[in-house]
């Protein structure tokens, strides 16, 4: 973790540190001559840097034996909403990083930086913090030590005005970090990251939970029987990694403010069954469990930051395999609410998962229940490869989470459960199929999984685009993203209107 600190007196020079300006685009080149020299101002003229965002100059100037590296960072129209916040944190220590800097003066004064703190203090310096963090992320768990290369970067004083964001320091570093516990687990390869490694992970957060009232229940494959989870266990059948239902229990100190189910998908590797998958399509697979990467990530969060509703985190964790034990096209199986799933493609095998979970999750009598879900190709298909589709008929439920999304900075977008489509998983012999046809691919998906909620006010969330990347961009590195874990993190702090 860096050492965050704030302050409003200016830092001296010292050896090892880059101090780091952002430049709006509109930008006085009189106040940068002023502090920096008319020698720095046409050499900015003649680069023609113009506070671009995502461009950057560098010069460096001496204090005596001091040698100082400054970098300016173009932030276009400025650094006034979350997403600009949290890029910045994450583009000084990455580049600080890249001249082995430990140390980072990041000027955020009014005059030349272009940061006015806005009405909420606290949450600037969240999300400030939150990217400053996250500038430090890789995944390096099998690079040899010669190819590891860890972040220099040690510390960041925040140069400003006020230091009423300090405020935010520690919360901002409480969700970096379940972003990356989030990140970890989804980028680990399948081979490492099972059900049984999940289970695990989640003792781990449970060890890691100080004197938080927090507990652990795991079931195996012949307590799921007992429980007739025949959709998730028709699933897990041709694996031979044991299947784990997981289920973590957290309650706030004081009075709860509600019981809330966050549940997510939890496939280790999803080969596609019989329907198999071509290899390009199976590629990424290893993150078809990134939906219980971010609820396990956000778990850790929330009892770090001591939310106060009372959250329970469930996982049907399973791989999605082939052989001589797998499920079959044709196959009926039997969820733990009595309904009948005629499989017509063994890759749909998200929704057969989510769906036991959802049966149990309801049975907590839960205020509302959220999954979380790598579910559909066809939602990237809808809105590309950087915003979540959000399903649900709860209107209250859809506003106070796109609220909450928008005050992260994390991409979401609503798309209709149009119950006219349920036709299309008709089956003549069962209950119902568990794919449809094409054309609203993600929208059948939500729809079949409304079929396990039991009446429970409920949310989907098909993050199949954003919480994987197949490359870096913005403060993501290419592999799991940790979407959305802040945006769960935020929901879980404000005020969600229940009953
Ligand atoms: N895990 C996939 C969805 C997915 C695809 C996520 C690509 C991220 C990138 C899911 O299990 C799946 O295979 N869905 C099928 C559904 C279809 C068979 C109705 C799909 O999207 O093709
Ligand atoms: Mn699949
Ligand atoms: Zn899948």
């Known amino acids: 973790m860096l050492d965050i600190q704030w302050t409003s007196d200016q830092p001296q020079p010292a050896a090892g540190q880059v ?115 996250l500038g430090t992320y890789a995944y390096d768990r099998f690079l040899s030590e010669d190819n590891r290369k860890p972040s220099s970067v040690q510390s960041v004083t925040v140069w400003a005005d006020t230091t009423a964001p300090s405020e935010g320091t520690h919360a901002g570093q409480i969700i970096a970090a379940a972003v990356a516990r989030a990140r970890d687990l989804a980028n680990g390869p399948g081979e490492l990251v099972t059900p049984t490694f999940l289970a695990n992970a989640a003792k781990e957060i449970v060890d890691g939970a100080g004197d938080a009232d927090v507990s652990l229940t795991v079931f195996d494959r012949a307590e799921c029987e007992k429980r007739n989870m025949g959709c998730y266990l028709g699933v897990a059948k041709g694996s031979a990694e044991e299947p784990r239902f997981i289920h973590l229990t957290y309650k706030p100190k004081g009075t709860s403010k509600g019981r809330i189910v966050l549940i997510g998908k939890g496939v280790t590797f999803d080969s596609g069954g019989y329907s198999l998958k071509p290899t390009d399509g199976m590629l990424a697979m290893k993150l078809d469990m990134c939906g219980s990467a971010a609820v396990l990530g956000s778990f850790q969060g929330l009892v770090a930051l001591g939310v106060a509703y009372e959250v329970h985190v469930l996982v049907a964790a399973t791989e999605n395999m082939i052989g001589g034990k797998a499920y079959r096209l044709g196959d009926i199986l039997t969820a733990s609410n009595g309904k009948t799933v005629e499989v017509n493609n063994t890759d749909a095998e998200g929704r057969l998962t989510m769906a036991d979970a959802l049966v149990y999750g309801s049975k907590l009598d839960p205020d509302i229940m959220i999954d979380f879900a790598t579910l559909t190709g066809a939602c990237i298909v809808a809105l590309g490869p950087y915003i979540a589709g959000v399903m649900t008929d709860d209107e209250r439920l859809a506003t106070d989470w796109m609220s909450a999304a928008d005050r992260t900075g994390e991409h979401m977008w609503r798309l209709p459960l149009q119950a006219k489509l349920k036709e299309q998983l008709r089956s003549p012999i069962a209950d119902m199929k568990n794919t449809g046809e094409r054309w609203g691919g993600a929208l059948t998906a939500g729809l079949f999984l409304s079929e396990f909620i039991e009446g429970k006010r409920w949310m989907h969330v098909d993050i199949a685009g954003p919480a994987m990347a197949n490359k870096a961009h913005g403060v993501t590195t290419a592999g799991g993203s940790g979407f959305p874990v802040p945006t769960i993190l935020e929901f879980l702090s404000g005020d969600i209107q229940l009953g």
Do not use: C, M, Y
Not at 27 to 41: K, M
Not at 70 to 88: S, Y
Not at 104 to 128: F, K, P, S
């Open 19 to 133: 101090l780091a300006v952002p430049v709006r685009a509109e930008f006085e080149p009189d106040a940068l001559e002023a502090r920096f020299g008319p020698g720095v101002r046409a050499a900015l003229d003649a680069a023609k840097f113009k506070g671009k965002a995502s461009t950057t100059f560098d010069f460096t100037r001496s204090h005596g034996d001091v040698l100082e590296r400054v970098t300016l960072f173009g932030v276009g129209d400025g650094l006034d909403d979350p997403e600009a916040l949290r890029q910045i944190g994450h583009d000084v220590v990455r580049e600080a990083a890249k001249v082995g800097a430990t140390t980072i003066v990041l000027d955020l004064q009014a005059d030349t930086a272009a940061w006015n703190v806005g009405d909420d203090a606290e949450r600037a310096g969240r999300l400030l913090a939150q990217g400053l963090e």
